[in-house]
């Protein structure tokens, strides 16, 4: 039977039923591709010959090198157009809720590398993964590399983003924003159609080295000693952003944070911030956030208010730093972690957009290569989900702090103009 073919409609049937849908086929996602491809490095890496292993190092060279292009044009491409946009925005009503949303991803950033800091290197003890530092030292080599050298510098394109950015906001709106917007579109396509669907062939090629290497089990007792304390940090942030949220609006803050579980439970299964908004309006608006500032909060903070990606990639960049023996720089990644709030402001919607993002900070402050850079993609995709539930529960706390002082000065709807463009993940 070909349950595709249309069907007769009965005339006398009620117009309020409309036909089944056929059902949607079940969508081998971002996540279920990159933990195969980790299981399949390991396997494979076990017997494969060398002969055949150097094919995806070879790739994988090739990959990084494009990779390491493309990350100053991300940068431009993606962080002047989010400056603009904010510029452009609804007033003081915006500024104070990006401020707010800043201060709530940095605080955070803060939280997760004073615990990092203290806890990872007794957790961690002497593990060493010696090939991320130098990738030369793989016994792996390939069979030829091909230089990508990129247009300029990632501290150059931040610098020209945010002049860029900043000058957009005070000049009319034009022709140079519209372009910037285009090439906002472009750089999220390019990642969308060639980097997210390579991305598991080149962690498979990661593993694959790793196993055959001998260093595997310290990657992944890495990981999982890793993820079990980002876990754990992102229950205190939450706790943390609902005791203030509670003050603000005089209400039982484990009460708030309950009525918010519907949308962290949808977050997890969409890994999606702004696919989630629908629902974290409704939330907030339950809790007692007026439907004029939830309306415009909760969907602004989706773009904006990345605190639980920020917290992610804090945490793996410590523990990718420790077991690769880099030295730990407080100054250096303080900044990271100031320079990582803003970077997540343009975080392009896609799965694994914050760190794809991130990645010009990792290498530009903190110096990571691209093989470090790729464990962390792997490492920041494996919990995605739970970073993005911690981003878009955070929201409705930041919608009750701004209830709190907006009191009494904010009636009516916030009309969709009044939004920049929301591109959050």
Sequence with gaps: MNTSADTAVD???????????????????????ILLAIVLGILL?????????????????????????????????????????????????????????????????MFALAFSLLLLP??????????????????????FELQIPPVFEVMTALVLAFCLGIGLTLVTKGALQESFVQLRTIIVRIIEAIIIPLLPLYIFGMFLGLTMNGQI???????????????????VVLLAQYAVAGWAMGRNPLRM????????????????????????????????????????VVPLCAT??????????????VAIMIVTGTPLNVGALVGFVLMLGVVMIAAPGVPGGAIMAAAGVLTSILGFGEAAVGLMIAA????????????VTGDGAIAALMTRFSKGRVSGDL???????????
């Design 11 to 33: 005339p006398g049937a009620a117009p309020c039923a409309p036909p089944a849908a056929a059902p949607r086929r079940k969508r081998f996602g971002l996540l279920s591709r």
């Design 45 to 109: 890496g076990l017997v494969m010959p060398e002969a055949i292993a150097r094919v995806f190092t070879t790739f994988n060279g090739v990959f990084s090198g494009f990779l390491g292009f493309l990350i100053p044009l991300i940068i431009v491409g993606l962080v002047t157009p989010a400056i603009a946009e904010l510029g452009h925005g609804a007033g003081k009503m915006l500024a104070a809720t990006a401020g707010i949303a800043y201060l709530s991803t940095a605080l955070c950033g």
């Design 122 to 143: 007794r957790m961690l003890g002497d593990a060493r993964i010696d090939t991320l530092a130098n990738p030369a030292d793989s016994s792996i080599a390939p069979y």
């Design 217 to 235: 089990w310290t990657v992944i007792g890495t990981f999982l000693t890793v993820i079990l304390l980002v876990l754990a940090m992102t229950v």
């Design 257 to 296: 944070l309950w009525t918010m579980l519907p949308a962290y439970a949808t977050a997890l299964g969409t890994s999606s911030s702004a696919a989630t908004i629908p629902v974290t309006t409704a939330c907030a608006k339950r809790n007692g956030v007026p439907d004029a500032i939830a309306d415009f």
């Design 304 to 317: 904006i208010h990345l605190s639980g990606s920020t917290l992610k990639i804090t945490t793996f960049a």
């Design 380 to 391: 920041y995709i494996a919990i995605d989900s739970f970073g993005t539930a911690t981003n």
């Design 415 to 425: 009309t969709t103009q009044d939004h920049p463009q929301l591109h959050g993940v």
